[in-house]
Each structure stands twice: as structure tokens, then as C-alpha cells.
């Protein structure tokens, strides 16, 4: 990577882009959280949880590889707090279609990031 394509957002500015843009690109009974990776600071960490009976939550860890690639690696899923087999297929399809709205989200904050 060179110094050119470097992120050049403080996390927290991140942070709170991510907060703003990322609810407006999932389903609209869905809520997500995003916070600071405590051990990176060109990482997030993102709770997405499904609106329903089901009460998923879905945990991923959103690393900027530069200043418009990202890197999103999923981490957990849990029903009414309890950790599941991800290997199911609505879970797989639930996983694919948050990390498509994730990055769609990372898209979208190319002016921002890529300043």
C-alpha cells in the first residue's frame, strides 16, 4: 500500500460515518451498531440484528486494507444471545447479504475515506 492510498479518517470520524450511513443500507426493521476495533485502528466492529422472532445477531470486523478496499471478516451469529451453527442455510444467505450491504456501506463512504 502506498502513503498515497493510505485511510486518512481518525477511527472515531470513521465510527460515526459508519453509525450515519450504514442503517440507511439494511433492511429497514434491522438495527446495527458500529464501534472502534479496540486493536486496530483501520478496523470496525459491526453488530447487525435481525428485527423478528429469531432476535439474530450477526458480529463482523470491518478492516480498511486502504483508503477504498476493505477486508470484512465475519465472526459470530447468535440467536436470543446464544451462540448458532452458522452452517445453516438462512444464516448463510442472512451472513452474504449483511456483508453485501457492508461493503455497499464502505462504497459509499469512498468520499469520506478517500479524501
Given at each position: 500500500?502506498s502513503?498515497q ?30 464501534i ?10 459491526v ?13 463482523f ?41 457492508i ?13
Open positions: 500500500m502513503k492510498d493510505e485511510l486518512r479518517i481518525n477511527q472515531q470520524q470513521l465510527v460515526e460515518a459508519w453509525q450515519k450511513t450504514l442503517p440507511s443500507l439494511i433492511p429497514e426493521t434491522d438495527s446495527a451498531t458500529v472502534a476495533d479496540g486493536a486496530d485502528n483501520k478496523a470496525l466492529r453488530t447487525i440484528e435481525t428485527a423478528g422472532h429469531q432476535l439474530y445477531s450477526f458480529d470486523r470491518v478492516e480498511y486494507v486502504d483508503s477504498r478496499e476493505i477486508k470484512v471478516d465475519f465472526i459470530d451469529v447468535e440467536e436470543a444471545g446464544r451462540s448458532i451453527d452458522e452452517h445453516q442455510d438462512t444464516i448463510q444467505q442472512l451472513i452474504d447479504d449483511y456483508m453485501r450491504h461493503r455497499e456501506c464502505a462504497q459509499a463512504l469512498h468520499t469520506v475515506t478517500h479524501a
